[in-house]
């Protein structure tokens, strides 16, 4: 028949084998993480210069890109936009100042 000890001990060992499993899976996972933020912020970088190339592009032939968020409505204009439309930067887009041509045409007056 085992002793309490005997138990104890084995039960120590089993959550000391527990732990390190732990551990190692926590410090594997703590990699990956670090890895795929590294990815990430490289990617971002990335996104970032091919904006700015698109921006210059925009500005050096005079044409510009809008979008439109159908579920929610909103207007997205590039920089270039306004400035062929006449806005300043921080005119809200709607479809009602798109659609308005009054406001559109005097800008190409």
């Known amino acids: 028949m085992e002793s309490d000890n005997e138990i104890g001990t084995e039960g120590d060992r089993t959550d000391g084998v527990a732990r390190s499993a732990l551990q190692v899976a926590g410090a594997e ?15 971002q970088a990335e996104l970032q210069r091919r904006w700015q190339y698109l921006a210059e592009a925009q500005r050096l032939s005079h044409s510009g890109t809008f979008g439109w968020k159908v ?38 007056a």
């Open 29 to 43: 996972r703590t990699n990956e993480l670090a890895q795929a933020y590294e990815e990430l912020k490289r990617a």
């Open 71 to 108: 579920s929610s409505g909103e207007l997205v204009w590039s920089d270039e936009t306004y400035r062929i439309l006449g806005f300043a930067r921080e005119t809200n887009p709607t479809l009602d100042l798109v659609f308005d041509t009054s406001e559109i045409s005097s800008t190409w």
